[in-house]
């Protein structure tokens, strides 16, 4: 199984970006599907996530009402699309597939078991 991420890319502040991340290999099931990001000299933290199951979406408090997650069951792809972008909003995003826990745990990145390869989002001034 194999996540792949594109869609980043160099943008300005209050743009947008749409994200995807599309599964390649067998199909997954999991608890849950998940965004993260990495700036320079930071953790990885937990920017979204989205139930498989209940198509309920999770947000951390930077990004909730600038980010939406939504999913293409038929093309085995998430999307995290990212509007009014700000200057903290720069780093590698991820995208992953937790197939072990509940959506209890969806926030913490140790739950997660696939990962994408990451990709790069810089918003400039």
């Known amino acids: 199984v194999q996540l792949q991420a594109s869609g980043g890319g160099l943008v300005q502040a209050g743009d947008s970006l749409r994200l995807s991340c599309k599964t390649q290999?067998?199909?997954?099931?999991?608890?849950?599907m998940g965004w993260f990001r990495q700036a320079p000299g930071k953790e990885r933290e937990f920017v979204g996530c989205?139930?498989?199951?209940?198509?309920?979406?999770w947000y951390s408090e930077s990004v909730k009402g600038r980010f939406t997650i939504s999913r293409d069951n038929a093309d085995n792809t998430v999307y995290l699309q990212m509007n009014n972008l700000n200057l903290e909003d720069t780093a590698v995003y991820f995208c992953?597939?937790?197939?072990?826990?509940?959506?209890?745990?969806?926030?913490?990145?140790?739950?997660?078991?696939?990962w994408g390869q990451g990709t790069q989002v810089t918003v400039s001034s």
């Open positions: 992953a597939a937790n197939t072990r826990y509940g959506s209890d745990w969806a926030r913490i990145a140790t739950s997660y078991d696939y």
């Open positions: 290999g067998r199909t997954l099931d999991p608890y849950t």
């Open positions: 989205v139930s498989w199951s209940t198509n309920a979406a």
